[in-house]
């Protein structure tokens, strides 16, 4: 620990950033709740937040890789709608081209009767869920942007 004097001639304690080895005031320095790492100076912290910086990009990171899961969750979902929407279409047009007799289950007035509704149900629900993907897709991009904008300083 150094001692410096301040213009009022008062006796100052200065510490040593654990990160920069930079002298700070006492007063100045502030500790990582999530890694436990200081005293780190101003420089070392964003602004907004209480954690340094590179447990904010460990953050961040970890963030990512979460969207990026449900990402591929949701990708596999739209998939699934894709594939119902070609099973109804496909038994629709069966029964426009009175097929009807080769495949037994579609003798069922109700199965005949709502599989246009299902259908319209499949492509709103790949609507829905492609804004969602789009929505994902944004998010991810914005956490880039963001990890991409925070200068590492050691």
């Given at each position: 620990m150094a001692y410096t004097k301040n213009r009022g001639g008062e006796r100052e304690d200065l510490i040593r950033c654990a990160a920069c080895d930079d002298y700070i005031n006492s007063n100045d320095g502030f500790y990582c709740p999530k890694c436990?790492?200081?005293?780190?100076?101003?420089?070392?912290?964003?602004?907004?937040?209480?954690?340094?910086?590179?447990?904010?990009?460990?953050?961040?990171?970890?963030?990512?890789?979460?969207?990026?899961?449900?990402?591929?969750?949701?990708?596999?979902?739209?998939?699934?709608?894709?594939?119902?929407?070609?099973?109804?279409?496909?038994?629709?047009?069966?029964?426009?081209?009175?097929?009807?007799?080769?495949?037994?289950?579609?003798?069922?007035?109700?199965?005949?009767?709502?599989?246009?509704?299902?259908g319209i149900g499949s492509v709103v629900l790949y609507g829905i869920f492609f804004v969602v993907l789009l929505t994902q897709r944004g998010k991810i991009d914005s956490i880039e942007s963001t990890i991409s904008g925070i200068e590492v300083r050691r």
């Open positions: 436990k790492k200081g005293p780190l100076c101003r420089k070392h912290r964003l602004s907004g937040r209480r954690e340094c910086r590179s447990c904010t990009i460990d953050l961040k990171l970890r963030e990512i890789t979460l969207l990026k899961q449900q990402e591929k969750n949701i990708r596999s979902f739209i998939g699934f709608v894709q594939f119902l929407f070609l099973v109804f279409a496909i038994f629709f047009i069966a029964i426009k081209f009175s097929l009807t007799e080769e495949v037994s289950f579609l003798h069922n007035r109700l199965i005949t009767e709502s599989l246009l509704y299902l």
